[in-house]
């Protein structure tokens, strides 16, 4: 075989190896598996707003007051006690109900201006019985305290010690004689929650009484008071 025929034959086969070779490469090589994208983390989202509580359902409580009266000598009529019960309906920003109360008030009548020397008429309560309806309206909110305003119609039956007498079949007795006044009670508070639905209840009521069977005029008086109220 003449020496270029051989370069050339040799030359082929080369180029004929080199191609199968790549293709038998290329028919063996796996490209990698590309890895998992994990997605971008979410933006940290905003805590909720928190529950305002409407509540709805029953209200009740008790509180004691200091009544003290307004436009008179208290060297008389002495600072006293309130006990109010009352209970209603509570619809969140509001509630209906009613209270019912009695109060006493010391009236110290060695104190009245040109007593006789010799006249000693001593000490005794003026006593109040009432009952009210109320309209109460507050604010629920995130916070401990819920304030609230109020307003009654107050019916009232006063006594200083007047008495008379009654009698049945048997025998007669001596009886208190309570007369009526109508009034009106505006009050102001707020309440402390303590656990669940118990909170105390601290306020100031500012009350006045027409004329009726009992005064012969308007009076006013203002009661400062703590209680437990249950929402």
């Known amino acids: 075989m003449k020496p270029g025929v051989s370069v050339a034959l040799f030359g082929v086969m080369t180029m004929a190896w080199a191609l199968g070779a790549a293709e038998v490469a290329a028919q063996g090589y796996s490209y990698p598996t590309p890895l998992p994208q994990n997605p971008p983390p979410a933006p940290p989202s905003e805590p909720p707003p928190p529950k305002v509580s409407e509540h709805r359902g029953l209200q009740g409580g008790v509180t004691i007051g200091v009544p003290i009266w307004l436009d008179i000598d208290r060297d008389i ?106 009034g009106f009670t505006a009050k102001a508070g707020i309440a402390l929650r303590l656990r669940g639905g118990k909170h105390i209840d601290l306020g100031l009521k500012y009350s006045l009484t027409g004329p009726g069977d009992f005064f012969n005029r308007r009076e006013q008086w203002i009661t400062p008071y703590v209680g437990f109220l249950i929402r």
């Open 77 to 182: 009529v002495r600072p006293g006690a309130d006990l109010q019960f009352f209970g209603g309906y509570d619809i969140g920003y509001a509630m209906f109900g009613l209270n019912l109360g009695v109060s006493w008030n010391p009236i110290n009548l060695n104190r009245v201006p040109n007593l006789p020397p010799n006249l000693d008429p001593g000490r005794d309560p003026l006593t109040r019985l009432y009952f009210a309806p109320e309209v109460r309206v507050q604010l629920p909110n995130p916070t401990p305290l819920l304030p609230y305003l109020a307003a009654t119609f107050d019916v009232n039956w006063w006594r200083f010690r007047e008495t008379t007498v009654a009698c049945n079949v048997w025998y007669c007795t001596s009886v208190a004689v309570f007369r009526f006044t109508p």
